[in-house]
């Protein structure tokens, strides 16, 4: 999400222009408005004004507006599933260090206007909600590869996924919240500091 010009089309299937031109109008017109009016307020007919386009021709692509949100969120997912190769920290490292997050928060750096619309905001509660089930996923893949077999009766995968998905959205909302007053990578730095000191309490 929050990436003008992300292509989504299926892996293998040679992309259509046309149909690409169009999403990434439709995708562009979703962030301006989210931007202006918050994601709550956003009609159908604000999307195909401000992209210009034909109300048959946004429903050849998408079900409806939460459909086209999704597609952005899909693709910030792919991208910074990718990214976050580069930072996870390799088995038997001897150090713990989770992949998504500094390409996340340089995302969000770099992004930041888009961002302040939602974070903690009433009217972001759709998107808030598609980005934690979004982080989920990030975090659940790589809690396995950095946490195998540290399951307790007391402290399971699924609590301790909770745990670091709602502190990593909580120093967000903190960093958006203060007009960022610290770098991508000073939170990162802080974020690995408080959730190893969390999850490693109970090993």
């Known amino acids: 999400m929050f990436d003008k010009g992300g292509n989504n089309m299926e892996a293998g299937k040679k992309p259509d222009r046309r149909v690409h031109?169009?999403?990434?109008?439709?995708?562009?017109?979703?962030?301006?408005?989210?931007?202006?009016?918050?994601?709550e307020a956003i009609t159908i007919q604000d999307i195909i004004d401000?992209?210009?386009?034909g109300r048959s021709t946004f429903y050849s692509h998408y079900a409806d507006k939460e459909k086209l949100l999704l597609s952005n969120i899909e693709h910030l997912r792919a991208v910074i599933k990718d990214q976050s190769k580069d930072y996870l920290s390799p088995l038997n490292s001897g150090e713990l260090r989770f992949g998504f997050s500094l390409p996340m928060l340089q995302h969000i750096q770099s992004h930041r206007h888009i961002y302040r619309a939602v974070a903690g905001k009433q009217s972001g509660v759709v998107v808030q909600f598609h980005m934690k089930r979004m982080l989920v996923d990030l975090i659940?893949?790589?809690i396995d590869l950095l946490l195998p077999d540290k399951d307790t009766k007391l402290i399971t995968r699924e609590v301790r996924l909770e745990f670091i998905v709602n502190t990593f959205?909580?120093?967000?909302?903190?960093?958006?919240?203060?007009?960022?007053p610290c770098s991508a990578q000073e939170l990162n730095t802080i974020f690995h500091t408080l959730t190893f000191h969390g999850i490693s309490a109970f090993d």
């Open 169 to 180: 959205w909580s120093l967000l909302t903190w960093w958006m919240d203060n007009k960022m």
């Open 21 to 39: 031109r169009t999403r990434l109008l439709l995708q562009e017109a979703l962030l301006d408005l989210i931007m202006e009016k918050g994601y």
């Open 50 to 53: 401000r992209a210009n386009i």
């Open 140 to 142: 659940g893949e790589e």
